[in-house]
């Protein structure tokens, strides 16, 4: 069993990730998250507000609707260009994504082909359907978008979003104003987006339905400077450009202000963000060594950019876009201009009138969350049990409550302090089965602090509290307890001084 299947089956045992309505075991793509996955997320999504909307000053938050009208994504350019290659089986029926198979069966990259060179490709090559082994129809192009209708009588086409931009675009002399009608600034919106996908597959990396946190980040193109620059200047991020790629070499390694310096990324804005973003997906818990930015090929570039430098994740079946930075250009803010007949043009500070350039980072929590989970698992044959070590900012339940008997008044202190602790952290209590078998089971959903009321509690006010890396434990007081932990969460003392230390 893969690293990855293992983690799978531990969140289906754990019920921290499912697959949604499986009882009818019907649609693939779709997946729930249960209470540790939906603490996970939740957490996840509080750090990424933290450094990428709190620490900023001109970055605002709006939440838009997940249905928008199909005039939306004709002025996008959704309706036209967001589309998959598709070929179906001609005895069975089932579909494949092209391009997916021919790189699956014969190691091409087709991305960007055309329909007509993709069923060239496949009849040459001799590809089969995967399933039956029959010949394959002509290739044709799928829309990923999901279609609805809004009016009872039928005839108003809407779409499921496939991004959370467009709100945003849509709104956007709005939020102008509401950012004091000056440029630069940026609209950071988290929720759902949802796309048709052929082939979902790897857990929750390519689903249908998943949810995004993207900054639309709108600035002059002749005054493209970002102020805080200098604060990200000499951070160090790994990048593999096209001419590594075509002559298949190495990543490089280089420092942000290299990166603009050298031309390799043609925006100060995305830099800055690109730098962030590498020091921020660190402090998940993914390695350096399986982060790395890979610099799009022409041919693979989204319809409306002109520049994407995408954040990968090392996972075990190869890299995968985690993040995607694209320079959009003024391509959203100008078609919706001319399809809407509504003003999309801003005057600048000194007097000219322009449409903004948009830089977007547009992060994937799901597949963020894949990559948690799979970069901070540990296989623990020491230990016995398998664990997540989870960094303390994004644990679901940092803290556990054990009581060490279920007799003799330790029942109800135990939850005394469960109840002080459920009012400052997200605490879990557990009763049943040994010691021994319940730091399993908080191990296994990440937890860090494990609280023990013991007779000593009862005759002292004092407890243990074991540290889930280490596994070592100290005896405090229990009215010390919450501005002990609040201590070791935020990093300002040492697990093994907090009180005495036990053998
Ligand atoms: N607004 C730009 C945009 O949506 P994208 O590269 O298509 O860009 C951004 O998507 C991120 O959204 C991806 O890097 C990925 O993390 C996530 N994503 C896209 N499609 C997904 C899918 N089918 N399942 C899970 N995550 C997906």
Known sequence: M??????????????????????????SGFF??????????????DYWREIFVKNEDNILEMEGSIILPE?????????KSFVDPITQCLKCKS?????????EKTGKFVEGKSVKELTEIINNEKIKCPRCGSPLGEVKLFNLMLKTDISPVGGQTAYLRPETAQNIFTSFQRLFRVARSKLPFGVAQVGRSFRNEISPRHFIIRVREFNQVEIEMFYDPQNAGCKKFDEVKDKKIVILTREAQK??????????EELLKKKIVPSEWLIYFMAKEFEFYKSLGIPEDCLRFREMLKEEIPHYSIGNYDLEI???????????????????????????????????EDNR??????????????????????????????????????????????????????KDDIPEKAREVYNMLKKEFDVLYDDSGSIGRRYARTDEVGTIFSVTIDYDSLENDTCTVRHRDTTKQVRVKIKDLISIIKKLINEEIEFEKVGTLLK
């Open 2 to 27: 893969s690293k990855m299947e293992e983690i799978q089956k531990i969140c289906l045992n754990r019920g921290i990730i499912f697959p949604t309505a499986e009882i009818y075991s019907t649609i």
């Open 32 to 45: 729930d998250y249960g209470p540790v996955g939906t603490l996970l997320k939740r957490k996840f999504i």
């Open 71 to 79: 005039k939306v994504f004709e002025a996008s350019g959704h309706l």
């Open 95 to 103: 579909i494949q994504r092209a391009d997916d198979l021919i790189q």
């Open 247 to 256: 002559k298949n070499s190495k990543p490089l390694t280089m420092t942000a």
């Open 314 to 348: 090392n996972f075990e079946f190869g890299w995968k876009e985690t993040v995607g930075n694209s320079i959009r250009t003024d391509h959203d803010l100008k078609n919706h201009m001319e399809n809407s007949g509504q003003n999309m043009i801003v005057t600048t």
């Open 353 to 406: 009138k322009i449409i903004a350039w948009v830089a977007e980072p547009s992060f994937g929590i799901d597949r963020t969350i894949a990559g948690i989970l799979l970069h901070c698992f540990v296989e623990d044959k020491q230990r016995g049990w398998n664990w997540f070590k989870f960094p303390v900012k994004i644990t679901p339940y940092p803290v556990a409550v054990f009581p060490l008997l279920n």
